[in-house]
């Protein structure tokens, strides 16, 4: 069964707009798992534009599903992964004038201090994923420093015209899919999901976890959070069972970011 975090990001996106204390993004993670969410996904940045350290804290004691701390493999972010210690940490790379996370880690260029911001995580009992490219160069070192999982970046895929492009695309995390679980990985996938894109994207063999946020909080303003949570575990559920996936209320899906 897949399961799907929910990325909660931009709900303290909303509330940092005018620096008050609404809305809550610990209130989001709440209704989020009633309405049958897996997991609760939350960016700590470094420039600390949307989710607060304070969030994070709060988090860790009120959720009750798994909580999945996006963060740069620095070591400030590491050590307050391990005093937080979230049930997962998943290293991502992080620019500072970027509007939502670009690609995929550079292992190549990066992999001794990924390395070792893996080792000290997992050493506290920390599951580690990998958010990657579908790249097989990257994918095979993500297991030579020992992560436990690779999430593929499905950006192109998402961005991708219907078509051609788009076919190309999902071949591309399809091969990738394929080599994580060769490796022993587990298989984890996210960013530009929503509910027209997302059942390709369930439908690859051994997908295990799906991370969406911004389709989800943009159906959310207009339906409100659990009915969105809702449509979107029901398509993914839909899609691995062979049934079309349904869309609800017919308003338009929502694009990128995770």
């Known amino acids: ?6 990325n ?4 303290a996106t909303l509330r940092q707009a005018r620096g008050g204390r609404e809305p809550d993004p610990a209130w989001a993670a709440a209704l989020a798992e009633l309405a049958g969410a897996d997991g609760i996904t939350v960016h700590l940045r470094e420039d600390r534009r949307h989710i607060q350290d304070r969030d994070l804290r709060v988090l860790r004691e009120t959720v009750r599903t798994r909580l999945n701390l996006e963060a740069a493999a620095t070591s400030e972010l590491v050590s307050i992964a391990l005093n937080t210690r979230p049930d997962q940490v998943t290293f991502v790379p992080e620019r500072r004038m970027e509007l939502t996370t670009e690609g995929g880690l ?3 260029g990066h992999r001794d201090r990924v390395a070792e911001a893996v080792s000290r995580c997992l050493g506290a009992g920390i599951e580690v994923s990998l958010f990657l490219d579908p790249d097989p160069v990257q994918i095979e070192l993500a297991s030579a420093v020992g992560a436990l999982a ?3 970046h499905t950006g192109r895929y998402a961005d991708a015209p219907e078509g051609p492009d788009r076919r190309r695309e999902l071949q591309s995390l399809i091969d990738a899919g394929r080599l994580v679980r060769q490796a022993g990985l587990s298989l984890h996938a996210g960013h530009g999901l929503n509910l027209q894109n997302v059942p ?5 063999p051994g997908m295990l976890e799906l991370n969406i946020g911004h389709s989800i ?4 303003v207009f339906l409100g959070i659990e009915r969105a949570v809702t ?3 029901r398509a993914i559920l839909d899609s691995v069972s062979g049934r079309p996936a349904e869309v609800g209320s017919g308003l338009p ?3 990128p970011d995770q």
Request: aromatic share 0%; net charge negative; proline share 0%.
């Open 150 to 152: 690779v999430e593929l």
């Open 200 to 204: 390709d994207v369930a439908r690859i």
């Open 106 to 108: 550079d292992l190549i």
């Open 1 to 6: 069964m897949i399961r799907l975090g929910v």
């Open 231 to 233: 449509e979107m575990k």
């Open 8 to 11: 909660i990001d931009h709900v």
């Open 217 to 220: 909080i943009s159906r959310a």
């Open 253 to 255: 899906g929502h694009a």
